[in-house]
């Protein structure tokens, strides 16, 4: 029974909401979860790869994931701007990027931190032709 709400001379109907009640509340957590992006400590994590020498092998690991959080970000940047789609030198390096998956590191040193500086050089790449193509701001 749905009830009517008079609003002078007219009768309205009842309200009802576009989303139940678990929907919103998983919007809820999502949003509460979200962070804004960062260009700032992306360039940072590039440089400490890239332009800084070998990392320490304390830091492989950090690294590694802080890049994965980052090229994550800058795929979903891509796709939901459909610059993959209208860019073929997007379309590249997103394709690239998904071959980048965040399994365990190699035992090997050597072999982790060759797999930390090829994982730099795409999300510097990603990074760089969003920012040429207006996606996003530069951040320095």
Not at 27 to 32: A, D, F, G, T, Y
Not at 37 to 55: K, P
Not at 63 to 69: A, D, F, Q, S
Request: hydrophobic share 45%; with cysteine; charged share 25%.
């Amino acid at each position: 029974m749905t009830a009517a709400l008079r609003y002078g001379p007219h009768l309205l109907p009842e309200w009802t909401p576009p989303l139940d009640a678990d929907v919103l509340h998983s919007l809820l957590v999502k949003v509460r979860r979200w962070q804004p992006f960062d260009g700032e400590a992306v360039f940072d994590d590039i440089s400490a790869v890239l332009d800084e020498g070998m990392v320490s092998e304390e830091q492989v690991s950090p690294l590694t994931m802080r890049l994965h959080g980052h090229h994550s970000r800058l795929v979903e940047i891509a796709v939901a701007s459909e610059a993959d789609l209208a860019d073929r030198i997007t379309s590249q390096l997103v394709a690239q990027a998904r071959t980048l998956h965040p399994t365990a590191l190699p035992d090997d040193y050597m072999a982790a931190a060759g797999r930390l500086r090829r994982t730099g050089w795409i999300v510097n790449a990603l990074f760089e032709r969003l920012i040429a193509l207006g996606c996003l701001r530069e951040a320095a």
